[in-house]
């Protein structure tokens, strides 16, 4: 099993920056692709970002693209989302999980943390 754990969310005016961080425990030998996704009220969940186990690919939605940032260091198990440039139309819950290899689709992803809640005021 894994465990994964997110932090760094918050409060944000619109511009601001936040940095979410999900830590991962469990099944640490194993290699995984990592992702973040978000989930809006009343919406449905959607892909953020990924990144291969490697770092060397990644993936970003349109709507982050240029903005967000995602890396991880796997010597501390552990995957970052770095936003900057934030709109309030980024608020949303966000999810970090875990998947074999890098994909956008929700359903490849195995492992899921509890989220964390990003709120981007005008």
Sequence with gaps: QVQLVESGGGLVQAGGSLRLSCA????????????WFRQAPGKEREFVAANSWSGGLTYYADSVKGRFTI?????KN???????SLKPEDTAVYYCAAAPGIS??????????????VTVSS
């Design 24 to 35: 991962r425990s469990g099944r640490t030998s194993r290699s995984y692709a990592m992702g």
């Design 71 to 75: 890396s991880r260091d796997n010597a």
């Design 78 to 84: 552990t995957v970052y989302l770095q936003m900057n």
């Design 104 to 117: 956008k689709s929700i359903w490849d992803y195995d492992y899921w943390g509890q989220g964390t809640q």
